[in-house]
């Protein structure tokens, strides 16, 4: 059974840092691409970026709102996924969700971790 | 890239079928098959229910379908029942490593 476990969520001040963490089972992780996508409570989803498999190239993509801010990474040894957020601002406040993809399709979806941006 | 348009809430009774609608633009829906659509209940993550317009996962019950014409996707549920009430979201590739969710639709059954 897959199974994805997002985790680091919490309350952060404008301009701080935080760690998502997803901790992955069920599957081959490591030929996996992986995604993050967030959703405002209440409010529609929103695709924040994606890492590649390492086999394919490991290139990421990020959504216009969070590049140059935001960084995914990925350990294959632990068959974990990351979201690095800096500079963080009070619209960044969501539920963050980690996904597997395949060709643009999100298979399967974490619980989600809250992140909320707020002085 | 702006949201994919859909109507904020459709609502039948059980046994009946509805259709809900997602409209985008020549740069996303209208150029590519990677539509997909989802479903969420609440405090609950999405479901993947269409791939590629009108693909099932494995377990997805044939009473989900997609379409697609030139700029909308449409997701049709055929023998309402009550489970089947949730948020649908539809979404699409547009071209250089970007996608976009529609805003949601809520689902009522009757």
């Known amino acids: 059974e897959v199974r994805l476990v997002e985790s680091g969520g919490g309350l952060v001040k404008p301009g701080g840092s935080l760690r998502l963490s997803c901790a992955a089972s069920g599957f081959t992780f490591s030929n996996a691409w992986m995604s993050w996508v967030r959703q405002v409570p209440g409010k529609g989803l929103e695709w924040v970026g994606h890492?590649?498999?390492?086999?394919?190239?490991?290139?990421?993509d990020y959504a216009a709102p969070v590049k140059g801010r935001f960084t995914i990474s990925r350990d294959d040894s632990k068959n974990m996924l990351y979201l690095q957020m800096n500079s963080l601002k009070p619209e960044d406040t969501a539920v963050y969700y980690c996904?597997?993809?395949?060709?643009?399709?999100?298979?399967?979806w974490g619980q989600g971790t809250l992140v909320t941006v707020s002085s | 890239q702006s949201a994919l348009t859909q109507p904020a809430s459709v609502s039948g009774s059980p046994g009946q079928s509805i259709t809900i609608s997602c409209t985008g633009t020549t740069s996303d829906i209208g150029s590519y098959t990677l539509v997909s659509w989802y479903q969420q209940h609440p405090g609950k993550g999405p479901k993947l229910m269409i791939f590629e317009v009108n693909k099932r996962p494995s377990g997805i019950s044939n009473r989900f379908s997609g379409s697609k014409s030139g700029n909308t996707a449409s997701l049709t549920i055929s023998g309402l029942q009550a489970e089947d009430e949730a948020d649908y979201y539809c979404?699409?590739?547009?071209?250089?490593?970007?996608?976009?969710f529609g805003g949601g639709t809520k689902l009522t059954v009757l």
């Open positions: 979404c699409s590739y547009a071209g250089s490593s970007a996608v976009v």
């Open positions: 890492i590649e498999s390492k086999t394919d190239g490991g290139t990421t």
């Open positions: 996904t597997t993809e395949d060709n643009w399709n999100y298979d399967y």
